[in-house]
């Protein structure tokens, strides 16, 4: 734009001094015409004409009036030469020039001449014929006198039309140097108008320039960043108040030095070079508008720090310059070290305290299985009824015990997230029922009254997390009992719009006040002689409120001292349709035909209590140390169904499962159930990854052992619903109709293959992407669903984002069993319509 | 152009008799000047005239076609000669014309008193025999209305009053 005024400026200049030319040459022409004028006029060639002529008429008459008889003859001829003079004159003379043109004039003048030829013979001749001769002259005088007339007449009318003329001549000069005149001051009041214009348009320029330089001088210097600026060839133009602070270097100092030799570090200082002759050679910019860089810089001590920078270049006048705005991130340099710092120390930390606790929880429930098993094998021998009682005991504090240990397990497992909701339809009247029979021995030696009750319409099939759901229910229903002697504990059901509320009711000892608002806290216990009579860890309610928050629910306690306290607490619950032969473990024992069981399991203890479960029930039992040797048998004999130890020396269970499901023995499509002290549902997730059907805990339960047995073909269920969560599935099924349904499955199988395919190639692949894409896939997984799958994608992405190898390429390696089994399952969900 | 050129005649000299324009006689030295300063007349011949050194004028005139060469005695020589200083003169020509001139017209480079035209006599009929010259083409100054009337021929009488 600047350009364009100044161009603009440049041709008004010239046609200015072009138009003044044009005015200035015109009006010296007309001055040099109006001078020629006025100096004809003055020089006035012209004589007095009209006297010369009426004068050439005086002399004719002078001379006329002397032809008479008797007459001077030397004044005769006098007269005549004086009037032939006079003649001469008029025919020769430069002033009679323009007479002569008119042809009136010429005629007459014509005729005087031929009169005075005609005449001077007598003149001239001598005195005596002269005499002689006067009547002739005198009659040749009178002819002639018209013609003379004429002469001095129109000689007259000639002159005054050439004065006019001349008159008007000099008034159109005059008015045209009028107009020139009046042009010239035109054109200087426009040029006058045009550099006043300009000279506003340069103080306007001139005022914005210097604002926008404040400007720009204030910004720099109020920068945090350090700001500098430099030409073409790296040369500092300027350096701010705040690059100042930052290289310790005067800006008066290193104005005018290299940038180089100023802040570059000397082992940078080549590529420096280097990237300045190349932007000089090509253009090319790498460090030039291309948003932050981390660099390092020098300071005016020679010392060497990071410095974040942004380099942006501009187009002057002057040429290239670059501006650059540094800032010393040694500080941040250092934050972020100290936080990756206490990040990793509070990782591993963390990591460290889950680890202990697990393996804590696995050395106490592993002899304590031994004892609770070996108790139950006794109670099947004979016994005397006091043997029966100390049996009895035993196992009740061993259960508590283990109880105490499952506790703090599942706080270990909520507070690092891995509990997660098993939703599945399930039959809340039952669950009811079974707690409050197995609360009622407890109550009547309390002398208390227990008993449960809809409020409202029942609704017995609910999805809800059954175990989570009879967990808080036996925390809360056995709390009330041990609280209250002789009195009421009563169970209140409402089911409404997909929310299931549960008031539970005592008339027992009642909580202060203080003490409610802290109750659902970690170790909370009541400090009343009572209350230690009637003992615990402080722990139930406060993992009764994590399961409710894990349900999606809340809890609630009023209560007043000595009067008695009521909870509450709701979870969402939407109606399900009743499941025939569910959730009745405990009062449906499965019938089971004799099966060919492998048992593997290193602890001796166990080992036997399990043959001893197996063998009561009657079935055929075939035992392994390890895993190598449990490995060899699966490949020898087709059992029905292997038991597996996950923690073994020479071989681990989940090796060892891999080994049977890799090879071709003919066990290797047998079920395999996993037994384990270590029951977080993580582990889970690997277990079934590594192709096992389903996971025991220990102490195994006799309950539970048949439970396993028995499922046999129905095992599947059971994986399903560890890997699937229908209701996503049917969910998704609602919002897109049974087409869409279908083709989004299909893509999602076609993209699991790909990105499986892809996780299993030879190629070195980024751990960045491998993140991006698992975490891509684990999204459309929970929509169908696929709990399982998505988790071990999760796992994935997780140990490529920590960057953890080993990790990495074990959950790589389960990835395609997983998935194997999931898209199994997928397939086999048909959701309702 | 004016070119000076004096000569020193000495006395009265015989001018052989003209032939020009019809001239009848040419009579031993006809007086063809007279000059009337301080109530005393002075009168010239041709040949005074000459002796008194004369000048040559190269000029054009209005009244004349092309350029002629003007030969006479100036007008500031004869100022000196007859000692006028201050004043005017009053020249009448042989039909009575008469006209006012400045002596401050009287200068060097100034104004003659022709004689000659083109080297020959001037008769009467040619505006002889004295014709006042100034050199118009030398001098702008002297290409005006009042110097054209001051340039007087057929001059015959010089009245020099203050």
Redesign the interface.
């Known amino acids: 734009m600047e350009n364009n005024t100044i161009s603009r400026a440049k041709a008004g200049r010239t046609i200015i001094a072009i138009a003044g030319l044009v005015v200035v040459v015109a009006i010296a022409l007309l001055t040099w015409n109006v001078r020629k004028e006025i100096e004809e006029l003055s020089s006035a060639r012209s004589d007095n004409v009209q006297w010369s002529l009426s004068q050439a008429e005086v002399e004719f008459h002078e001379f006329s009036g002397r032809i008479r008889t008797g007459a001077d003859l030397a004044a005769v001829r006098k007269r005549f030469d004086v009037f032939y003079s006079r003649i001469k004159t008029v025919s020769q003379g430069k002033v009679f020039e323009d007479l002569r043109s008119d042809p009136e004039f010429d005629g007459a003048l014509t005729e005087v001449q031929a009169w005075l030829d005609k005449v001077v013979p007598y003149i001239d001749a001598t005195d005596a014929e002269l005499t002689g001769n006067i009547p002739t002259l005198s009659a040749l005088v009178q002819e002639l006198h018209p013609a003379v007339r004429t002469l001095a007449n129109s000689g007259l009318i000639v002159f005054a039309r050439n004065a006019d003329e001349r008159r008007a001549d000099v008034a159109a000069t005059l008015i045209e140097l009028a107009v020139a005149l009046a042009v010239l001051i035109g054109a200087l009041g426009l040029g006058v108008l045009h550099l006043v214009r300009l000279n506003r348009q340069m103080r306007d320029q001139e005022r914005s320039q210097r604002q926008i330089t404040t400007r720009m001088t204030t910004v720099i210097n109020t920068s945090l960043d350090g700001v500098i600026v430099s030409d073409d060839r790296g040369r500092i133009i300027e350096f701010s108040p705040a690059a100042e602070e930052i290289f310790g270097h005067r800006a008066a100092d290193v104005i005018g030095k290299e940038l180089g030799a100023v802040i570059i570090p000397d082992h940078l200082l080549a590529a420096h070079e280097a990237g300045m002759q190349r932007m000089r050679d090509k253009g090319e910019l790498r460090v030039i508008g291309k948003g932050r860089q981390q660099l390092e810089a020098k300071r005016a001590d020679g010392s060497i720090f990071p410095v974040e920078l942004a380099v942006q270049s501009a187009v002057t006048e002057a040429g290239d310059i670059f501006i650059a705005f540094l800032r010393d991130i040694t500080q941040q340099k250092a934050d972020e070290a100290e936080l990756v710092d206490a990040r990793d120390k509070a990782i591993a930390g963390e990591k460290s305290r889950s680890e202990f606790l697990a393996t804590m929880s696995h050395e106490i429930r592993t002899p304590l299985n031994g004892l609770l098993g070996n108790l139950s094998l006794l109670r099947d021998t004979t016994l005397n009824p006091k043997q029966d009682t100390y049996i009895r005991n035993m196992e009740t504090s061993g259960r508590l015990l283990l109880n105490h240990v499952s506790d703090v397990l599942d706080i270990i497992r909520y507070d690092s997230g891995k509990v997660v909701a098993n939703i599945e339809p399930m039959n809340v009247s039952d669950l009811l029922q079974d707690i409050i029979d197995s609360q009622s021995g407890m109550a009547s030696k309390q002398e208390t009254t227990l008993g449960w009750s809809w409020n409202g319409p029942a609704q017995h099939w609910i999805t809800s997390d059954r175990d989570r759901l009879q967990h808080v229910l036996m925390n809360l229903v056995g709390n009330a009992v041990k609280f209250t002697k002789r009195g009421r504990v009563s169970v209140k059901v409402r089911w409404h719009e997909d929310e299931i509320t549960f008031d539970i009711e005592d008339t027992g000892a009642g909580i202060p006040l203080d003490q409610q608002a802290r109750i659902f806290d970690d170790f909370v216990t009541g400090n009343t002689a009572y209350d230690r009579e009637v003992g615990g860890t402080g722990l139930g309610l406060s993992i009764a409120k994590r399961f409710v928050s894990v349900l999606g629910g809340e809890i609630s306690v009023d209560s007043e001292f000595g009067k008695g306290s009521k909870f509450c607490f709701t979870v969402p619950a939407t109606r399900a349709v009743p499941e025939a032969g569910k959730n009745r473990p405990l009062a449906a024992p499965v019938a089971t035909k004799p099966l060919l069981v492998l048992v593997v399991e290193d602890n001796e203890i166990n080992r036997f209590v399990v043959r001893e479960m197996l063998q009561a029930d009657g079935h055929d039992v075939t035992v392994a140390h390890d895993g190598q040797q449990g490995v060899d048998l699966a490949a020898e004999k087709k059992f029905d169904l292997i038991l597996m130890d996950i923690s073994m020396p020479v071989l681990d269970g989940r090796s060892a499962t891999r080994r049977i499901r890799a090879g071709t023995g003919a066990s290797a499509a047998s079920r395999i159930i996993a037994l384990t002290a270590n029951a977080l549902l993580s582990e889970r997730e690997d277990y079934l990854a590594d192709g096992m059907d389903d996971v025991l805990t220990k102490p195994l339960k006799k309950s539970d052992l048949r439970r396993v047995l028995g499922q046999g073909e129905q095992a599947a269920v059971v994986s399903t619903t560890a890997l699937i969560n229908p209701k996503h599935s049917e969910e998704l099924f609602e919002v897109v109709g049974a087409q869409n349904y279908q083709n989004l499955l299909a893509r999602f199988n076609a993209e699991a293959e790909k990105l499986i395919d892809w996780l299993q190639s030879d190629n070195a692949l980024d751990l960045t992407d491998i993140a991006n894409e698992t975490h891509k896939l684990a999204g459309n997984s929970g929509l169908f669903g696929a709990v399982g799958f998505g988790e071990a994608l999760t796992a994935i992405e997780r140990a490529a984002k920590a960057g953890e190898d080993a990790k990495l390429i074990s959950a790589v390696g389960s990835l395609p069993q997983i998935w194997h089994r999931s898209k199994k399952a997928l397939a086999e969900i048909k959701p309702k319509e | 152009m004016l070119k000076s050129k004096r000569k020193f005649l000495a006395g009265i000299s015989l001018v052989t008799a003209f032939a020009i324009s019809?001239v009848?006689a040419a009579v031993a030295q006809d007086i063809i000047l007279t000059v009337t300063h301080d109530g005393q007349s002075l009168t010239f011949d041709r040949d005074a005239l000459e002796a008194l050194g004369t000048e040559t004028i190269e000029t054009?005139?209005?009244?004349?076609?092309g350029t002629h060469s003007f030969e006479g005695v100036s007008l500031a020589r004869l100022m000196q000669e007859v000692g006028a200083q201050e004043g005017k003169l009053i020249a009448t020509a042989?039909?009575d014309?008469s006209v006012d001139i400045p002596l401050s017209d009287a200068v060097e480079d100034g104004p003659l008193i022709a004689m000659k035209m083109d080297g020959a006599e001037m008769?009467?009929?040619?505006?002889g025999p004295l014709w006042v010259i100034y050199p118009y083409d030398a001098n702008?100054d002297y290409?005006?209305?009042v110097v054209?009337?001051r340039s007087i021929?057929?001059l015959d009488r010089l009245e020099i009053v203050d």
């Open positions: 019809g009848s054009s005139t209005i009244w004349t076609e042989v039909n014309y008769s009467l009929r040619d505006k702008s290409r005006s209305e054209y009337s021929w057929q």
